[in-house]
Structures are given as structure tokens and as C-alpha cells.
């Protein structure tokens, strides 16, 4: 591995576990027998966003929005287009992902993991719990079956499954027992950066607040940094210290997470906030929801993406595409109006 040397593409703080730079993920539409390229779909179009070690940052957005693309850059499962992915190693080296070989990435994927949406889609049916959490033991060399088993048996400890079940298949378990194994297999190889893609979207609502609170106590047990990818911004309340919002491939909003539910700056998170459910029907029914859709990325409105959605949209937005710019300290947004509008925060009208 290469230490990068480049000055232009150093960390700007030691504290920093990842930073991401101007990312870009264009996937092409072709056309015909012959493939013309006829234009891209921009599924994420300059991208910046950082995360300090120990630190959980929620990465939110309609689905459609990017943020998934996104995180599979970061990891390299998608082949970035431009853009710098600068992470610093378990070793302290910085390295540039986004411009590393296959080769030179595998000793490192051991220290990025995921965890993933759908805990019934992740888990081979044909493979025994022992099996699947202990895969990337073997990958990276531990051919010792008696230390994987004892280090499977320890892992299923940590997140609540009793170790007698390794021998098991999945269709045994429940959703959040799935969910559970995925988790313990992400951990096997004692990561440092963990990327949690929709962890409990596909969960039942009693079952999402134990994987939660179980992904926070692994947080600071095992000393590890999550990258929590989510649609839904009452999730992220709870587990994140800062928040980035993703439209159409651009990062919209980004402040702590404090900032963000109390005094958001941009429309579009307001309109997020908004269609969060409340507990109470008499007042849900007189809630809106966000209307539309997400614009297509291949062919993004004019201006503010947001502007057909806005309803404080001026002139301006329908041409002119605003830039994201630090409004307060550590509270960034891309909004023309950002100075003047007063904005709700998380269900202030209740
Ligand atoms: Fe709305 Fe205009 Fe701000 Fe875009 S720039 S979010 S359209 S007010």
C-alpha cells in the first residue's frame, strides 16, 4: 500500500477518519448497436462530506437520491468517476481510495465493512451461521476452524445471539436475528469504518430500536466510526452526531445533528422533517407530505433541483444553481434563500 504523498490530497484535520472530495458517479446511457453515449445518469454529482473518528454521520435523502451510490463509492464496491476518497488506515497512513488498485485495496477491506438493507437478501440460504459470519475470517487467512469458531462464538455474544446458533441456517431466524448475524459478520475482521446502508428500514418498528441501540454500543466497544446511510430522518436522530442531506446527487445540507432537527436552513430538509410520522392521528392527518417526486438524475431541472418541489422558490432558483456555503460555524447549505427563511425544525408546530 501507498502512502499518498500528494500535499494537495492530505486530510485537513487529524481527527478525520474519511474525507470525501468533489465525488462524482456518473453511470452512461448508450444507445443503439453501437452503444452512442447519449448522456449520463448523475447519480452523484460532487459529493463532499468528512467523518472523524469515533463520530457517526448520517447520510439522508429520498430514495433515489444518491446516497447509496454513494457509500459503495466510498467503499469502491462502484468505480468512482472523479473525486478523491482520502481514509486513514488502521495504521495511521492516509490513502486515496478512489485512486487505488483492486490489489492494493484488498488489504484494506478488511477495515471497511458493511452492514446491509435487506437482512434476508444478504444471508445465503445454503450457508450455516458459522459459515457465513466466519467467510471473511478465511478470506483473509484464518484457516484455524477452532479460532473461528471461537471467534464466531464471541461475536454472536456481542450482538445478542446465543453461540449454540452458529450451527443454524437463516431461515431459522427472525428479521432483526438476521440483521443481527449481518452485523456480527461486518465485525468479524474488527473494522474501523463501518457503512450501514438502510440497516433497519426493512425491520419491524420493535425490532429497529434494539439494532439501533445495539449498533451504539458496538460504536464505542469496539472503537469503530459509522457511516449510517438513511431515508428515514427519525432514525438518524437517534444515532447520529452530524447529518448530510443528499437531492439529486448533491449534498443539500450538512450540520450537526443538534443543528439540523432545531434550526435546518434548507427547504428540503424542512420537507423531510415535516413527513415524519406522529404518533398521533388526529394531528398526522392534517400533515402534507413532500409533494412530488425526485427529479430524474439524467435529466435534473434547471437551477435549485428543489425548485419544482419549493414552496419558497423565487426567480433565482429556475436558473441559477445555488452553492453550498457554511451559514453558520460547521452548518453548511446550498439554498439562495438560506439567509432569510425562518424554517421549522423537527415537528416545532406539535
Ligand atoms: Fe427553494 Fe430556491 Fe432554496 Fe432551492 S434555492 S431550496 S428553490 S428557496
Given at each position: 500500500m501507498n502512502e499518498n504523498n500528494n500535499p494537495s490530497i492530505?486530510?485537513?484535520n487529524t481527527e478525520r477518519i474519511l474525507e470525501v472530495k468533489h465525488l462524482k458517479k456518473f453511470f452512461p446511457i448508450t444507445k443503439g448497436f453501437r452503444k452512442k453515449h447519449v448522456g449520463d445518469?448523475?447519480?452523484?454529482?460532487?459529493?463532499?462530506?468528512y467523518i472523524n473518528k469515533g463520530e457517526t454521520l448520517g447520510l439522508v435523502g429520498e430514495s433515489g437520491c444518491g446516497k447509496?451510490?454513494?457509500?459503495?463509492?466510498?467503499l469502491r464496491a462502484y468505480e468512482p468517476t472523479a473525486g478523491d476518497i482520502l481514509y486513514r488506515t488502521k495504521t495511521g497512513v492516509t490513502v486515496n481510495l478512489s485512486q487505488m488498485s483492486n490489489k492494493e485495496l484488498r488489504p484494506l477491506r478488511a477495515e471497511m465493512q458493511m452492514?446491509?438493507?435487506?437482512?434476508?437478501?444478504?444471508?445465503n440460504p445454503r450457508m450455516n451461521i458459522f459459515e457465513i459470519v466466519s467467510e471473511p475470517m478465511l478470506v483473509n487467512g484464518i484457516k484455524n476452524r477452532r479460532?473461528?469458531?471461537?471467534?464466531?462464538?464471541?461475536?454472536?455474544?456481542?450482538?445478542?445471539?446465543?453461540?449454540?446458533?452458529?450451527?443454524?441456517?437463516?431461515?431459522?431466524?427472525s428479521g432483526g436475528q438476521r440483521q443481527r448475524i449481518g452485523i456480527a459478520r461486518a465485525l468479524a475482521l474488527q473494522p474501523n469504518l463501518v457503512v450501514a446502508d438502510e440497516p433497519v428500514s426493512a425491520l419491524d418498528v420493535s425490532v429497529q430500536a434494539q439494532v439501533l441501540n445495539l449498533l451504539m454500543e458496538l460504536l464505542e466497544e469496539m472503537n469503530l466510526t459509522y457511516l449510517f446511510v438513511a431515508h428515514d430522518l427519525s432514525v438518524v436522530r437517534h444515532i447520529c452526531d452530524r447529518v448530510t442531506v443528499?437531492?439529486?446527487g448533491k449534498v443539500v445540507e450538512t450540520a450537526s445533528t443538534e443543528a439540523l432537527y432545531n434550526t435546518p436552513r434548507h427547504p428540503y430538509t424542512e420537507a423531510l422533517m415535516a413527513s415524519i410520522p406522529i404518533p398521533d392521528p388526529r394531528l398526522q392527518q392534517n400533515r402534507e407530505g413532500l409533494?412530488?417526486?425526485?427529479?430524474?438524475?439524467?435529466?435534473?431541472?434547471?437551477g435549485c433541483y428543489f425548485h419544482p418541489r419549493c414552496s419558497y422558490c423565487i426567480d433565482k432558483c429556475k436558473t441559477e444553481m445555488p452553492e453550498l456555503k457554511?451559514?453558520?460555524?460547521?452548518h453548511w447549505t446550498a439554498c439562495h434563500r438560506a439567509e432569510e427563511l425562518k424554517l421549522e425544525g423537527f415537528h416545532k408546530n406539535e
Open positions: 492530505q486530510m485537513t445518469v448523475r447519480a452523484v454529482d460532487d459529493l463532499n462530506l447509496t451510490t454513494a457509500s459503495r463509492c466510498i452492514i446491509f438493507q435487506d437482512p434476508y437478501g444478504s444471508l479460532e473461528r469458531e471461537d471467534r464466531v462464538a464471541e461475536l454472536l455474544t456481542k450482538v445478542g445471539l446465543r453461540p449454540e446458533y452458529m450451527v443454524r441456517y437463516p431461515h431459522s431466524f443528499m437531492y439529486v409533494p412530488g417526486e425526485v427529479p430524474n438524475p439524467s435529466n435534473p431541472p434547471s457554511e451559514i453558520e460555524p460547521q
